[in-house]
């Protein structure tokens, strides 16, 4: 037996024995852990306001439920179907991104990024980074002698279509992470040093060009270059990431326990239970929890990247390398704006920021990642 299928979960034990444990359980103990920080995020302040204080608590838990559901789900079939249907899932993600702008879409904090169905808002531009890592597998898959200059212009041109429309919403944040999954994406392809090298000098050009010809609106741009006035512009643009680092300095190292911090139950961090949840992290449970929790988002990117080790084929390691893309530098990049070291990027920390489509999408990155590991063998 060659040393690459010496760890490899052995071919004859059922699927279900060769679930990755420690996967499923970090994810589990993680978004159950969201639950309770978002509730201790949001009670006093629905209470303030005389509305039920376990609105958000309640609603979390069944995100966090449906998230499960659609990991099993995707766990349980073989991930090569995603090959098959990548085409209608890239069109069907087109549309509903287009369906933004056509008067569909629900309005909030300027920005068109939901669409209502029932009860519940469905957050196109939260699934459009797995369509995407489905589109680029797909298509880097079927090439398997390597990508010429003219895949690699068809790739990012299939790319470049949902990323714009994202980021016309706008949602900077998502298009930020889409780019980085497609670059991470192409590296893992094989795509040639001389392309990669190409597409950082266009993208630094590209972001100069929008800062300097003032592209993004306003708060766009004042909330990205806060990260180097941290500690300035207290009652502006910076209110948000400083109100978070004083919250996370309060902490301490121990914390003030859960559903206590005058920060958090004083509501003086805006839009704690999404973007800052990190925040509430730190206060209520110090530098220790933080870096408990910090661990634990680690130990599951690890088994995320272990299941791209372990692909039996090209389409299921990019698809494995995207979902670790996705949830590693959401975590990275969430954790760094909260704690004042990284722009503001409105990105949601996984599994622990209020949100269902976003906590149904991590839920999916995760049970793609399974099925690509539970058929790692010949």
Known sequence: MSTSLAHRPAAGRPLALRVDITLI?????????????????????????????????????????????????LAALDYRWLEHASAALYVAMILA?????????????GATRWVQLGPV??????????????????????????????DVLKVLGLAAVPILLVVK??????????????????????????????????????????????LLKD????????????????????????QSVAAIGSGGSWGAGLFHGSQTNLAYVP???TDFIFSALGEQ????????VLALLGILSWRLLRS?????????????????TLVAFSVFENAGMAMGIMPVAGIPLPFLSYGGSATVAFFSAIGIAISVQLRAQR
């Open 271 to 273: 839009e704690q239970q």
């Open 97 to 109: 991104l287009l369906a933004m702008f056509t008067g569909i879409g629900s309005s909030a904090l």
């Open 285 to 292: 449970l110090g530098f220790v929890g933080a870096a408990g």
């Open 25 to 73: 359980l970090s994810t589990v103990i993680v978004a159950g852990l969201g639950v309770v920080l978002v509730y201790s995020a949001t009670r006093s302040k629905l209470a303030a306001a005389g509305i039920n204080p376990h609105y958000f608590l309640t609603r979390q838990a069944a995100y966090v439920a449906v998230g499960g559901v659609f990991m099993i789900v």
């Open 121 to 150: 808002q469905v957050q196109p531009s939260a699934f459009a980074t797995l369509v995407l890592i489905v589109t680029v597998a797909t298509f880097c898959a079927r090439r398997p002698e390597g990508l010429a200059r003219n």
């Open 308 to 324: 791209a080790q372990l692909a039996r084929d090209a389409f299921g390691r990019l698809l494995a390398a995207g979902c670790f």
């Open 169 to 214: 919403q706008p949602d900077l944040g998502s298009g930020i992470v889409m780019a980085v999954v497609l670059f991470v994406m192409l590296v893992i392809a094989g795509v040639p040093n001389r392309y990669l090298l190409l597409l950082v000098l266009l993208t630094v050009t590209g972001a100069f060009a929008v800062v300097h010809f003032k």
């Open 219 to 242: 708060y766009q741009l004042n909330r990205i270059t806060a990260v180097f006035h941290v500690g300035k512009n207290l009652q502006s643009s910076g209110y948000n990431v400083g």
